[in-house]
Nanobody
Framework: QVQLVESVGGLVQPGGSLRLSCVAS????????MGWYRQAPGKEREFVAAISWDGGNTDYAASVKGRFTISRDNAKNTVYLEMNSLKPEDTAVYYC?????????WGQGTQVTVSS
């Protein structure tokens, strides 16, 4: 299986930036695609971004496209989510995800709050 350890989120002002990281560990972890999801108060968990480990292809939710960037560092077994031009509606708990076929693993989640 895969274990996921996320960085601490934080409090940022509207228009600010923040980078999240998630370190993956476990045997054969490199075969998993990685992604980020988020859940705001009173809402369901939603897809944010994903990246393939075998080609660097990325995918983004329409609400974050052009503002967020997902990337990876294979040497450090780490996936990142760089968030720019943050808005109050980006406030949520952000979850790291690892996926392969029918297997799906989640991090503990990290709080990101965008407020003035």
């Amino acid at each position: 299986q895969v274990q996921l350890v996320e960085s601490v989120g934080g409090l940022v002002q509207p228009g600010g930036s923040l980078r999240l990281s998630c370190v993956a560990s476990g045997r054969a972890f490199s075969i998993y695609a990685m992604g980020w999801y988020r859940q705001a108060p009173g809402k369901e968990r939603e897809f944010v971004a994903a990246i393939s480990w075998d080609g660097g292809n990325t995918d983004y939710a329409a609400s974050v496209k052009g503002r967020f960037t997902i990337s990876r560092d294979n040497a450090k077994n780490t996936v990142y989510l760089e968030m720019n031009s943050l808005k109050p509606e980006d406030t949520a708990v952000y979850y790291c995800n690892a996926k392969r076929a029918v297997s799906n693993y989640w991090g503990q989640g990290t709080q990101v709050t965008v407020s003035s």
